[in-house]
DNA sequence: GAGTCGTTTTGATCCACATCAATACACACG
DNA sequence: CGTGTGTATTGATGTGGATCAAAACGACTC
């Protein structure tokens, strides 16, 4: 049984700050000193090099939970990388009908289905209050064109967002609602864990409707997977808490269809 | 009733060779010389960069229908642009399961899954005898640096590519089996018409179940909503070969959900 | 032209998930 | 502290597409 006085994990908007040291200058960011290095842009770039980038990455943006970053068909000018927070990309058409197409944790680039044709194709969303940093697209072309390291970071980071789309199409066209679930919360677990999280327990920023859009599900069927996975023991679930009991059990329910 | 005399539309195959003059110094392709421009890399550069370009593309390949262009675990080093012909890639797990993840036609980029990790992440195989342009991409990247139209137009390629997914994952999480066909079917007659051929009468390459597995149905699925579709005299279908009688009819089963 | 194999079509049945509906819970606000 | 609102859970029932099965068709070989 869950217990509710349970601890927390840390939260995201905790994250320690005190690698940026808050002064006048670096108030406009610094790549150089962002703790999200190795997942952003800026490995294996040289000191100079990442001075230039720094120059590059101008402004932050904060966002309250529910603000758009941006809508779909906005004009395209810039990439974000989510500095701290939670966002989620979602398409709709006209009939009405929605799909998110993904959440996005800090450290993650968001905007680059713009690129094609200057305009956003999909919605990006708060899901709690965030902040990003400002990339303008032209001006990272012109520095990719000098620093060879940041052009390939920029297209492995394109290529990365390619094999992500390639899992959830398998997902999608696959699998039954429980593995569904199960892929999500590894996918999560493994998210949080690279950002120095708990691979164990942690908080959900979007609703049992938000994961059914994501997963192609409807939200009772979430909620009933959900529910399952805590009877056979796998999970704790406290609304939006999540505690992972049994993550081997997660991955064999994906592994071994269980026919 | 389809007759079966109907003139079958020209075959890409067929494509006219004449752009492309067989001299011995031609052998080693000529993007400058490509009817495939506007759909590949070389839209808006000036004649000496693609003359550029040109000594890049070094070599071709040619496929029998059911080779394999690439392998997922093989190393990346290049990517490809389809000269003629026609591919599918696939992506499969351990358990057997596997899920046809997009098709190419003439004029497109494959590969580019294979930019994050140095190894491509999904099968291509061609669906047909089929000739590719080798791009080798440390070369690629090493020209975009100087070209910057070439790099814009690459980075638009892999934007384009997450757009695609962004519309498959739509389909695939919120349309219901005839509604994707239709989906496929108006697909493949924009790429069709895009390249020169009719967009009312066309040649499937790919067999019942890997439309299937493309569309996240079973063949049996794919092979009713055919019959169905040719019932309500939407298509004319014989085997592979497909007229579309009422392409307003297809597009409205799209958009106005009809509950 | 008979025989084989892969593909497609069509029918009968089944089941996973959607849908509909009611209740429970968490959180914000007066 | 009650009251409202969005979110989540749980149950009962329906259905679209999967599955199982068989036949038809086309392409290829001998």
Request: charged share 25%; proline share 3%; aromatic share 6%.
């Amino acid at each position: 049984m869950w217990i509710k006085t349970t601890p927390r994990p840390r939260e995201i908007s905790q994250l320690p700050n005190s690698a940026i040291p808050v002064t006048l200058v670096s108030i406009k960011v610094a790549c150089s000193q962002c703790s999200l290095r190795e997942l952003c842009l800026s490995e294996g770039l040289s000191k100079e090099e990442l001075a230039k980038l720094d120059g590059l990455v101008g402004t932050r943006r904060k966002l309250r939970r529910g603000q758009h970053l941006y809508r779909a068909g906005d004009p395209f000018e810039a990439l974000y990388a989510v500095r701290t927070g939670f966002f989620k990309t979602d398409v709709l058409i006209e009939d009405g009908r929605d799909q998110v197409t993904g959440f996005q944790m800090t450290g993650e680039i968001l905007g680059m289905d713009g690129i094609s044709t200057e305009a956003h194709s999909c919605n990006a969303v708060a899901l709690e209050d965030s902040e990003v940093c400002l990339i303008p697209f032209a001006q990272l072309e012109h520095l990719s064109r000098e620093i060879k390291a940041l052009q390939h970071n920029f297209n492995k980071v394109m290529s990365r967002e390619l094999v992500r789309d390639q899992g959830l199409m398998m997902l999608l066209g696959t699998m039954r609602a429980e593995e569904r679930l199960a892929a999500f919360l590894l996918n999560m677990s493994q998210r949080f864990t690279l950002r120095g999280y708990s691979p164990a327990e942690f908080h959900l920023r979007m609703t049992r409707e938000e994961i059914g859009s994501y997963l192609g599900l409807k939200l009772e069927t979430v909620s009933r997977a959900f529910s399952r996975f805590q009877e056979e023991g796998y999970i704790a679930v406290q609304q939006k808490h999540i505690r992972i009991l049994d993550i081997e059990g997660l991955r064999q329910l994906l592994n071994h269809r269980n026919i």
